[in-house]
Structure formats: structure tokens, C-alpha cells
């Protein structure tokens, strides 16, 4: 056997030309990348599809023919619009989740505002009263309650 042949050629049992459209897509060492194409589209309506498009898309083609092949293998129903569905969907529930958390952050950050306002003035009130007395002993009475900062 010559093991120059291309997956396509060595699939279809025949000898691989110089000029074979599929050698440089489908090569020996990926036999399945052409068996999962064959299996859906067909060798000769990919060589079609191939032979009619600029040679510097082919490459995209033969990868895109590729990916869809194999999805429609995997979920023979839907193929590869069952995954983008899927992926669609998991972007509109990050979606959903980061406004929510910024919907959160900013119900959150209007009370902090509200609070440090009213907590810098009672502080401000306290003035001195955090200050040693005399004998270098603190007033237990004067400490600010800073317990409901961290509801």
C-alpha cells in the first residue's frame, strides 16, 4: 500500500493524484476527519464543494465541513445548532447572573453611601472621647459600634 495517500483516497480505496482535491485537507495521519465528512456529505459532493470555492477558503471548508460532520454525528438531531443553542443559553444566564450582582452591588454601595455619611458625622460627634484619659485608660463607653458596618 502507499502510504502517501491522503485519508480520502485511503477511505475510498482508490490511488491519491498529485492534484487530489482532498489530500491537503484530510491528511493520512486524521483518517477519521474525512470518514466523519463521507459519512455525512459524501466524497463527491465535498469535492464539489471544494473544487468551487477559492483555493484560500478551502481550508475553512474543509474545517467547517469537518466540525458540522462531527456534531451531526455526535446529536444526530440537531448537530452543531444543539451546541450553539446550548452556548447561547449559557451566555444569556451569565448574562442574567452579572446584572443581578451589579443590580446587588449598586442597591449596596447607595446604602453604604447613605451610611458612611451618617456614621462619618456620629464619629466626628465622638471627637476626643476615643482618647486615653489621665491615667491612660479608655472610656469602655466611648467606642463606636461598628457591628451593624458588616450586615
Known amino acids: 500500500m502507499n502510504s502517501g495517500r491522503c485519508a480520502a483516497c485511503k477511505h475510498l480505496r482508490r490511488r ?3 492534484d487530489c482535491i482532498f489530500s491537503p485537507y484530510f491528511p493520512p495521519n486524521n483518517p477519521r476527519r474525512f ?7 459524501g466524497a463527491s459532493n465535498v469535492g464539489k464543494i471544494l473544487k468551487d ?18 456534531c451531526r454525528i455526535k446529536d444526530p438531531v440537531y448537530g452543531c445548532v444543539g451546541l450553539i443553542t446550548i ?3 449559557q451566555i444569556y444566564n451569565a448574562q442574567w447572573q452579572l ?10 454601595s447607595t446604602t453604604t453611601d447613605h451610611r458612611s455619611q451618617s456614621e462619618v458625622q456620629q464619629v466626628e460627634n465622638v471627637g ?5 484619659d489621665q491615667n491612660g485608660v479608655h472610656d469602655s ?11
Not at 470555492?53 to 462531527?70: G, I, K, M, W
Not at 476626643?128 to 486615653?132: G, V, Y
Open 87 to 89: 452556548l447561547h443559553q
Open 141 to 151: 463607653n466611648s467606642f463606636y459600634d461598628i457591628s451593624n458596618w458588616f450586615d
Open 53 to 70: 470555492l477559492p483555493v484560500s477558503r478551502r481550508a475553512e471548508a474543509a474545517d467547517s465541513l469537518y466540525y458540522e460532520a462531527y
Open 35 to 41: 470518514a466523519y465528512v463521507h459519512k455525512i456529505y
Open 99 to 108: 446584572d443581578r450582582i451589579q443590580a446587588e452591588i449598586a442597591a449596596l
Open 128 to 132: 476626643s472621647s476615643f482618647l486615653p
Open 16 to 18: 491519491c493524484l498529485s
